[in-house]
């Protein structure tokens, strides 16, 4: 009996279904000749995304979700695959359930330490995990390094192994849920709120491609509701004028 959590709550859990299907070359030639498309889809699948990616002879097609949004997974399949003008006969899906990160859990026990999805450090923004895994797996490495030389396996001494997770990942992954809760519980009010702000339009960037981390954009991602606020004051604003613009011309 190690001590660490037998069950995870539904805000902390991702879930998700992907296959990687032979289709060849020729099909991928039709389908997809332009290899720097990018296709954003706002709706199909709720509380999440769903991805293609077309490779030499195969196509990599899932979808990702919250396990409170409830989403319908091969539904969203069906839709994306409507939208691109195929469907993939006899395909063997896999399913996947995410234990995401962005809260502190405890890690460590005499004798034992999480890494990787066992800690759950998965991005609840991007769903990306192979990162984290690496990067925890090298910690712990360094930790478990110091524990040999001290002749200290003990849950006290390898509490260090915890604390640098949360002070070099658990901080960023924390944003990332909060990212992730705004722009996916109303995807298209997102949208058209990062359309008018050149900074959110960067922060987007930035998190997408990998060129800064979460912590880079701190005060940007923690002022989001408040840009949220302020978006939808406008808006109804703007509603209201038209309203009375018609009203007097209708006069």
Known sequence: ELGF???WKADELGVAIVTESF????????????PWRVILFLSGIKGGYSWLFPKREHLNLGVGSFVFARP???????Y???FFGFRLENARF???ILPLG???????SNNALLVGDAAGLIDPFSGEGIYYAIKSSEIAMQVIEKAFEENRFDSGFLKTYE????????????LAARAARWVYTAPLKAIELVKQNKELVKVIVDILTGEKPY???KKVILKLPIYAAKWITRFRKRKSAQKSVNFREHI
Not at 102 to 108: A, F, M, Q
Request: a positive charge; aromatic letters at 8%.
């Open 5 to 7: 959590r037998r069950s």
């Open 23 to 34: 289709v060849g070359q020729q099909f991928i030639k039709e389908k997809f000749s332009n």
């Open 72 to 78: 319908n997974l091969l539904r969203s399949i069906e």
């Open 80 to 82: 994306t695959q409507r």
């Open 94 to 96: 896999r399913g996947h």
């Open 102 to 108: 962005g809260k502190k859990r405890k890690l460590v």
């Open 163 to 174: 604390k640098r997770i949360w002070n070099e990942l658990g901080f960023d992954l924390m």
């Open 215 to 217: 912590r880079m954009h």
